[in-house]
């Protein structure tokens, strides 16, 4: 079945740009009804959407992180990346890559989430 | 800031049933965009856990269930089991955001 994996550094400094990638396993990003997408959750927080990517690479991101979020699509790696510019210590949190499915009458879930990976911004 | 508003916690004992609420606004719930529902237990990755305002995923069990209504939305847990104590979040989509995904702000159930 498809698998998400987040990879990338766990420790920025601040005002540097944040870089991560999503490999998807087990089936071809390009197939399908699907978009890919970007989550975080601080520590003891709640969950705070990104950002979205079409394989076509249209992309839709947060208007509060807009101005420093870049996604990206990889389709012969079979991955999707994100770069969040800028960061500082309030981008301290687990980024979880996500599959959107779409579910005929019933609109565009979340349905396979990679297992998270703590990013910490700290000089 | 979050758009679609949770209670920050919920409680029962074993084999009660509980509810959450999930209250949007006409540019997310009210606006007739679906519902689902995500539950996290305490270190993993949220799980989809209800699409479609009131669909469950293949291996969901029946005691979970939802439903919507006009700008709201709300998961019911029957028969609360010591396993179901996590967080849940309800997700959206909002119009006004530049076609942004939404979260709730979670809730804790916690089995007493």
């Known amino acids: 079945q498809v698998q998400l994996q987040e990879s990338g550094p766990g420790l920025v400094k601040p005002s540097q740009t944040l870089s991560l990638t999503c490999t998807v396993s087990g089936g071809s990003i390009s197939s399908g009804s699907y978009y890919w997408s970007w989550i975080r959750q601080p520590a003891g927080k709640g969950l705070e959407w990104i950002g979205r990517i079409y394989t076509s690479g249209s992309t839709n991101y947060n208007p509060s992180l807009k101005s420093r979020v870049t996604i990206s699509v990889d389709t012969s790696k079979n991955q999707f990346s994100l770069k969040l510019s800028s960061v500082t210590a309030a981008d301290t949190a687990v980024y979880y890559c996500a599959r959107v499915s779409y579910y005929d009458s019933s609109g565009y879930a979340f349905d396979i989430w990679g297992q998270g990976t703590m990013v910490t911004v700290s000089s | 800031q979050s758009v679609l508003t949770q209670p920050p916690s919920v409680s029962g004992a074993p084999g009660q049933r509980v509810t959450i609420s999930c209250t949007g606004s006409s540019s997310n719930i009210g606006a007739g965009y679906d519902v689902h529902w995500y539950q996290q237990l305490p270190g993993t990755a949220p799980k989809l856990l209800i699409y479609?305002?009131?669909n469950r995923p293949s291996g969901v069990p029946d005691r979970f269930s939802g439903s919507k209504s006009g700008t709201s939305a709300s998961l019911a847990i029957t028969g609360l089991q010591a396993e179901d104590e996590a967080d849940y979040y309800c997700?959206?989509?909002?119009?006004?955001?530049?076609?942004?995904?939404?979260f709730g702000t979670g809730t804790k159930v916690t089995v007493l």
């Open positions: 997700q959206s989509y909002d119009s006004s955001l530049s076609g942004s995904d939404v």
């Open positions: 479609g305002n009131s």
